[in-house]
Nanobody, 127 residues
Framework: QVQLVESGGGLVQAGGSLRLSCAAS????????MGWFRQAPGQERVFVASISWGGSSTYYAESVKGRFTISRDNAKNTVSLQMNSLNPEDTAVYSC????????????????????WGKGTLVTVSS
């Protein structure tokens, strides 16, 4: 079965950085766009970033553009999210997700559009 397993979350001070990783198994990774979503306490899960199957195209939510970078390694079936200049508003459970998509242009995704989900990893940014 498909498994997406996130790692790299933790506690960081405002202004700091964290790198999240997601390891995928049970699917043909290169056939899927990958995305990161986050859910803050008491709020809906929202889109953060996505990357096309080939990795050449990325798309970001406005709130993280210029601070976060999504990347993937199709040889290792992993997708990463480098998060810089973190602030307390970035505190959330971050989940990776997969969407089967044959084109090589990343786009915004709603949470309902995704095919598979990981369980998430908690990122806490202290002020």
């Amino acid at each position: 079965q498909v498994q997406l397993v996130e790692s790299g979350g933790g506690l960081v001070q405002a202004g700091g950085s964290l790198r999240l990783s997601c390891a995928a198994s049970g699917l043909t990774f290169r056939r899927y766009h990958m995305g990161w979503f986050r859910q803050a306490p008491g709020q809906e899960r929202v889109f953060v970033a996505s990357i096309s199957w080939g990795g050449s195209s990325t798309y970001y939510a406005e709130s993280v553009k210029g601070r976060f970078t999504i990347s993937r390694d199709n040889a290792k079936n992993t997708v990463s999210l480098q998060m810089n200049s973190l602030n307390p508003e970035d505190t959330a459970v971050y989940s990776c997700a997969a969407k089967r998509n044959g084109n090589n242009i990343a786009t915004f995704y709603t949470k309902d559009a995704m095919d598979y989900w990981g369980k998430g990893t908690l990122v806490t940014v202290s002020s």
